[in-house]
């Protein structure tokens, strides 16, 4: 990871990030009505569920501990403790959620936090970037299975959506291949000569990262680990879903649960270049309400409980991350 990339500075100041914080939460709101065209009186609908809240926060941290036993299973047997890497997924998920570095800082951030925890720089670098991989790669596998549950209920919604399926399964075989045919070593090639460039980013540059990913890559039972844990947490998203519909007076089933999970949160990862995804995500959902089947007025309050969640967790990851850096800064 390039060390001269500080995500850090984005939160130098107590009163600066708590008010980038808000302005996000604001505005994710405000994307979704304009996006949707939806009124403001379907907002309100919000409200009544808002019973839901706590338990959607304890799930999505649920899902994020199978997410942290998944990059901890990378590793061999000397390894970080699981609560260092679960402290550190929920810190790159609040990263990435609440703070304007197009969901990837969080990913910088992790990797240089698990570096203080005796792990060679470029192995925790890569170990990042190959979580990332597998995540990206078992979204895939999770979309396949709300694609297969659409073409159930409609056969011609479906063909639009298998070609993107298609699409996104090619990205996904040539990260690999770039991966394992030299990827890490121009990551390397690269971050060497950012340090011959900058003496001072010499101590703080990581290197070695093909080797690392060359280990981790020839341990499949670790990354076959990984690829499960990261499956089982795609799916309890399923389960937030229906649980939020049904906390909304919409009953759904789970096939049609799945569907709008799957596709909205392929959408949010389609905006992984916009903060938060803000609009996208909302967007993305609306229009996976409607796939699936389900009243479109649904979709507004479904999307803004799920960002009224997103926020919750996300403080907990910046609250954690701020004790982290204030008790040892980078």
């Known amino acids: 990871m390039l060390a001269g990339t500080r995500p850090e500075a984005v939160a130098s100041g107590t009163a600066g990030w708590s008010i980038a914080i808000t302005a996000l939460a ?26 839901v809240l706590p338990g959607l926060i304890a799930l999505h941290l649920a899902q994020l501990f199978l997410a942290g036993l998944g990059w901890r299973s990378l590793f061999g047997p000397a390894r970080p403790a699981v609560a260092v890497f679960y402290r550190l997924r929920v810190i790159r ?8 570095v197009a969901q990837i800082g969080g990913e910088i951030v992790g990797a240089r936090l698990l570096a203080r925890h005796r792990v060679p720089a470029g192995e925790a670098g890569a170990s990042v970037i190959i979580d990332v991989t597998i995540e990206f790669l078992t979204q895939i596998l999770f979309l396949l299975a709300g694609l297969a549950g659409l073409a159930w209920r409609s056969h011609q919604a479906a063909w639009g959506m298998s070609l993107g399926a298609a699409l996104a399964t090619a990205v996904a075989a040539a990260l690999l291949l770039v991966q394992r ?10 971050l060497q000569r950012i340090a011959q460039r900058w003496p001072s980013l010499a101590a703080a540059t990581p290197g070695g990262m093909h080797a690392a990913a060359v280990r981790f890559y020839r341990r499949p039972r670790g990354v076959l680990s990984c690829v499960v844990l990261h499956v089982i947490a795609w799916a309890l998203g399923t389960i937030e879903t229906w649980a939020v519909l049904h906390a909304l007076g919409v009953p759904v089933s789970p096939v049609q649960a799945l569907v709008i999970e799957s596709l909205g949160m392929a959408a949010r990862s389609a905006g992984f270049a916009i903060p938060a995804a803000l609009g996208v995500q909302e967007g993305g959902f609306v229009l996976a309400v409607a796939a699936a089947g389900v009243a ?3 979709g507004l309050p479904l999307v803004l409980l799920k960002r009224a969640r997103e926020v919750c967790v996300g403080l907990i990851g910046i609250g954690l991350w701020r004790i982290r850096h204030r008790s040892a800064p980078a």
């Open 26 to 51: 604001v505005g994710g709101a405000a994307l979704a009505v304009i996006s949707t065209g939806s009124s403001l009186t379907s907002v309100g609908a919000v409200w009544p569920a808002l019973w």
């Open 181 to 190: 045919v030299g990827l890490f070593r121009l990551l390397d090639a690269a």
């Open 93 to 100: 998920e609040g990263i990435d959620s609440l703070l304007p």
């Open 296 to 298: 479109g007025s649904a």
